[in-house]
Structure formats: C-alpha cells, structure tokens
C-alpha cells in the first residue's frame, strides 16, 4: 500500500506544479518547472502538517530519487549514435574547455571556503566542499544518487543540504539567466530571441498547440510482440543491471586486493556512473550486431524525463528544513561564490573563448553550471529558439566528453571518497591543477586561433 500512496501522492503533486504553472503569469515568466513547484507544495504540506502523511510514505519518498537517478543516467547514451570522436573535440573543444573551467572552479572554491573558513569558523563538515558541484552541476538527481555515500561517511545532513543547494542553483539559473538573455538582446549580442510577451498563450503556458505537438518518440517494435515503452524501459533496466555488477565487482575487487584496509575509495561509490556505463556498452553491443535501429533516444529520453520529474518533486518534498537552517551561512556563501563564478564565466571570458554565437554557447554551460543540462538547454532555447546558430551541437558534442566526468559523472562520485581518504587540502591541489590545465588548454586554443 506504500508503494501506490507514494506514487498517488507524487502524481498529485506533480499535477499540481503545472495548473498553478499554468494559472499563475510569474511562474511562467520564471520557466519554473512543474516538478519544482510540485516540490515546493510537497515540502510545505510535509512540514507544516506531518500528521496527515503516515512516517511510512514520507520515508519511501525520500528513497525514490535515489532510484531514479539511476533511470535518468542509463538512458543519457541508450539510442544515440556517437559522431568520430574527432569530430565532436574539433566542434566542441572550446564548449569543453569552458564548461570544465567551471566545474573545477566549483571545486576549487567549495575546498578553499571550506578549509580556510568554514571548517575553522563555522565548524562545517569536511564534505561541504563537495556540495556546490554536487548541487549545482550534478543537481537534484545527483545529490540523491549520492546518499548512500553521505550516509556511509556519516554525514547523512549531506543529502538535505545538496538538495537545499540544487533547488538553489536551478532557481538563480533560470532567473539570473533569463535576465542574462534580455540584457544580451538589449546589447545586440543575440538576434534570434523571441521575448516571452511574443509568445502566444498556450506557449507561455507551456502546452502545445494540438496542431503543432510533435512526436514523443518512435516506436521500433511491433505491439503485438512487445510494446514499445516497455522494451526500452527493459532495456534501461539491463544498463541498470549491468551498472550494478560493475559496481559491486570493482568493491570485491578492491576488498579482495585491499584486505586490511580501513577506507575504501570505492566504499559508498553511489551506483548511477555506471549505469550510464551500462548504457553506453549496451549501445556499443547494439551497435555491433546491428539492433541499435531497435533504440529510439526520443523515447529514452521520455523515459528519463518522467524520472526526473518524480526524481525532482520528491527529493524537494522531503528536504530536512532544520539541517538547512543550521547550515545557512555555509550554503549561502558557497551560492554565492558559485553564482559569481558562473556570472565572470559568461560575462568576461566566453566572448575571448568562442568565435562566433558567444552568448548563445555561454548561456548554456551559465545554466549547466547553476541547474543542470535541462537548464541550460532551457536558457539556450530561450536565446535562440531555432537553433540557428552552432551553440546547440557545439553544447551537445561537448556534453558527449563532459558528462562521464563532471555533473554526476565518474569524477563527481569519486569526489567525495577521496576527500574522506585524501582530505580537503590535497583536493584543492588536485582540483586546482585541473582548472590550471584547463586554462591553459583554452588560453592555446584562443591564441591558436588568433594567429
């Protein structure tokens, strides 16, 4: 009975998110997702009247975003055809370069804040430094794949404030963002932007027009033999499965190797990295035998689009508002860094990094870097609806080479262990070294060019 409350009660919230979105003129101005406000309504209803929800449903909540990331990461290579890995560094290598100078940056001054104040001053938990990545680029999907690793290192508060900080970064991401946008159409730096006051209301609302809905996706099978949703979704829980024997043989592994240890890197090692990895080797293999036309990416990424909306409103429901005010000034002062760093990125730097469609490509790592991928294709559509200009494939060939890594990839979830192991000193090195490469790496590419 828990399992059909939980789902009914999300269902219900989720609903909910979008007839207010669809009612209330500031919420679409904002592009607020339908999920965040089902969120908000969910946080309020769990706070304020506790004894209408059995302890039973609200616990089970708070377990589900932890399952779904796993959903939305297998998905990420399930029915896409990689271009010559030649092709997407020459296409995206300054997309790249600009978007890993900002997630090292995020390293960078989530160490250097917690190790020279707010561990000496405020007495803040080591993993700290972890959190504005986690939150900002990995966002609400991140940080619940990532409970059980703040739960085995003791520091289950983690998880409220990573997603205290998500909710943060996706709310400054679209706000500051869509304020970003019309500055650069007042400047002249964008052509192509279609104003919110020009968009008819059924747009505005967002609900398509009946004679303009475009397809979720393509069905590759027969439903006589199988339906379709129902194949894919079978296929993302073969990557799933796969991610979870990789994950649980390197562990033995490392036991095995390591006997006597007693920190394990790989202790806590959250499981959705390889599920992508999953995925991805089930697309090879579908490749190789020629099954991969069986995929459709417009029906996974439905799939992981549902996921993250019930991954969303329930990670936001169940946020432990206590943790968060006892932690405020530390996760302000990491939003705020955070933010300025994303703003310097957009403002100084990326019209000497991109050629041509500066903003545009800029605009959409603004919004990866404070709210995750869906953010910043949602700022990138606002500044050019039509996909007119390069940032589009620029910002989708470097996310080919930038998410295994950052924003939830190998390195986000390694992260953390490591700075149990290491401490946070030695993570500033390691992070600061890898900004310096990366800024090195960029400060070639544009002289290369201007030569």
């Known amino acids: 009975m828990t399992a059909i409350f939980v ?59 932890g399952f779904m990331i796993n959903v939305v990461f297998a998905t990420l290579f399930l029915g896409v055809v990689t271009p010559p890995i030649k092709k997407v560094v020459r296409v995206a290598f300054p997309q790249l370069c600009f978007g890993q100078i900002l997630a090292w940056g995020q390293y960078v001054i989530g160490f250097a804040a917690v190790g020279f104040l707010l561990l000496p001053y405020f007495g803040v938990n080591e993993g700290f430094g972890n959190l504005l990545e986690i939150g900002f680029q990995g966002g609400h999907g991140t940080v619940s794949g990532m409970a059980e690793s703040f739960e085995a290192f003791g520091w289950e508060d983690g998880v409220a404030l990573g997603y205290t900080m998500a909710t943060a ?66 296929l993302v829980g073969i990557a799933i499965l796969a991610g979870f024997g990789m994950l649980h043989g390197m562990q033995w592994l490392e036991e095995y190797c390591f006997p006597g240890a007693e920190s394990r890197v790989l202790k806590g090692f959250p499981l959705f990295p390889f599920c992508m990895i999953g995925g991805l080797l089930l ?18 990424q439905r799939v ?69 991928t869906a953010t910043g294709l949602l700022l990138l559509r606002a500044a050019d609806p039509e996909s007119k200009t390069c940032a589009t494939q620029a910002f989708g060939y470097k996310q080919l080479l930038h998410e295994p890594i950052m924003g939830g990839g190998l390195w986000t979830a390694l992260a953390l262990p490591l700075l149990y192991k290491l401490g946070w000193g030695i993570m500033l090195g390691i992070s600061a070294s890898a900004l310096i490469i990366w800024i090195i790496a960029a400060t070639i590419f544009i002289r290369k060019r201007s030569a």
């Open 7 to 65: 789902f009914c009660l999300l269902s219900i919230l989720l609903v909910l998110g979008k007839v207010l979105r669809t009612l209330i003129p500031l919420l679409q101005r904002c592009y607020l997702p339908s999920s965040v406000i089902g969120g908000f309504i969910g946080l309020l209803i769990f706070q304020c009247f506790p004894q209408l929800i059995p302890a039973e449903v609200v616990s089970a909540v708070g377990k589900l975003p």
């Open 283 to 300: 697309q090879k293999l579908a490749q190789r035998v020629r099954v991969h036309n069986l995929i459709d990416h417009g029906q996974m």
């Open 169 to 234: 970064g996706m709310l400054l991401a679209v706000i500051i963002g869509i304020i970003l946008v019309n500055w650069a159409a007042r400047k002249g730096h964008i052509q192509n932007i279609r104003r919110f006051d020009e968009q008819d209301k059924l747009q505005q609302k967002g609900i398509y027009d009946k004679d303009e809905r475009p397809a979720a996706g393509v069905q590759t099978v027969y439903c006589d033999s199988i339906d379709s949703l129902a194949w894919h979704i079978a």
């Open 304 to 372: 992981s689009g549902a996921a993250l909306d019930f991954l969303v409103v329930s990670a936001m429901a169940t946020i432990k508002v206590q943790v968060v005010l006892d932690n405020w000034v530390g996760l302000l002062i990491l939003i705020v860094l955070g933010t300025l760093l994303s703003l310097f990125m957009v403002v100084v730097v990326a019209r000497r990094l991109f050629r041509e469609s500066w903003f545009e490509c800029a605009i959409a790592e603004f919004g990866q870097s404070l709210g995750v």
